[in-house]
């Protein structure tokens, strides 16, 4: 269960990145409501999270969830680049995140 809260917990981190970008710099009320609320809720999950995982593990996958999650909508909702060059590296943040949750203690 610990796993599918840090999934959430990442998924949430992508909320709260991409909302910043809606904030326009926290002078928008409704983004900046929602994007703090998000960070609040990412932060609590991993924090239950981290109950059952190590805390390097849980941690490195939150943050490559909310990475490789913000890149995907960077380039889909924003126009950011979508080189070949972008994408592996993604890739490779999807591999460790992968290995991380095979090479962790059960």
Do not use: H, Q
Not at 56 to 79: E, M, P, S
């Amino acid at each position: 269960m610990a796993w599918v809260i840090l999934t959430i917990a990442g998924l949430f981190e992508v909320g709260w990145a991409i909302g910043l970008k809606y904030t326009n710099g926290f002078t928008k009320l409704w983004p900046t409501v929602g994007t703090v609320a998000a960070m609040l809720i990412s932060l609590t999950l991993l924090g239950i999270a981290m109950k059952d995982l190590p805390v390097g593990t849980a941690y490195a996958v939150w943050t490559g969830v909310g990475a490789v999650g913000t890149v995907f909508l960077g380039i889909f909702l924003f126009g950011d680049s979508a080189a070949v060059g972008r994408l592996i590296c993604v890739g490779l943040i999807l591999a460790g995140i992968i290995g991380l949750k095979i090479l962790s203690p059960s």
